[in-house]
């Protein structure tokens, strides 16, 4: 069975600077997707970035971007010049890219805080 | 705003009750998923709807069940309801049965007293 694991429960950055957040998975599949979500106060789950594992290039969105290691099966995010509006609980999520059951599996999560 | 909504937003109940919660996918999105998110934990995932006929189930009790209908929103009902069902209670839809794209509602705050 595919898991995700989030080892950092809690990570904090000074405003301005960049921060990375750790998201490893363990699969025998060749072909899925991975996820950053981001869960602010309000509890809206909010999609930040994703990576088809067939691409070799590194996803990235604004500030956010990802590092894809396949062989490493790991998938980090760095955020860069950190806001304020960052903090939040951020999860790592994976599926399965073809497959009946499209559920995304989830890692426990990393709070983020931002210092001002 | 995902597009997607739900109903109620929050739901305060005694144990052994029975509640329903509402999802209204976004327009034009055939497929339903329901997660559960316990007290700082991450989300797991129930039941998948595609186009009204179950697709895939995760970890969702017998007490659980769901379903879609015809104008495509979905109900997650729960009975029997036990203090450890409080939780946070996700909505999701995509496109088709093969999107990679879910979109998230807002949630629903159950708490069983």
């Known amino acids: 069975a595919q898991t995700v694991t989030q080892s950092q429960p809690e990570m904090s950055v000074q405003e301005a600077e960049t921060v990375t957040l750790s998201c490893t998975y363990d699969t025998s599949e060749s072909d899925y997707y991975l996820f950053w979500y981001k869960q602010p106060p309000s509890r809206q789950m909010i999609l930040v970035i994703r990576q088809e594992a067939y691409k070799q290039q590194n996803a990235t969105e604004n500030r956010f971007s990802v590092n894809f290691q396949k062989a490493a099966k790991s998938f980090s995010l760095k955020i860069s010049d950190s806001q304020l509006g960052d903090a939040a609980m951020y999860f790592c999520a994976y599926r399965r890219a073809f497959d009946s059951n499209y559920q995304l599996i989830w890692g426990a999560g990393t709070k983020l805080i931002i210092k001002p | 705003d995902s597009g997607v909504t739900q109903t109620p937003k929050h739901l305060i109940t005694a144990t052994g009750q029975r509640v329903t919660l509402r999802c209204s996918p976004r327009?034009?999105?055939?497929?339903v998923y329901w997660y559960q998110q316990s007290l700082d934990q991450g989300l797991q995932f129930l039941i998948q709807y595609y186009n009204g006929e179950e697709r895939a189930k995760g970890n969702i009790l017998e007490r659980f069940s769901a379903q879609q209908f015809p104008d495509l929103h979905s109900e997650l009902n729960l009975s029997s309801l036990e203090l450890g069902d409080s939780a946070l209670y996700f909505c999701a839809s995509s496109t088709r049965d093969v999107s990679y794209e879910q979109y998230f509602g807002p949630g629903t705050r159950l708490t069983v007293t």
């Open positions: 327009s034009g999105d055939l497929s």
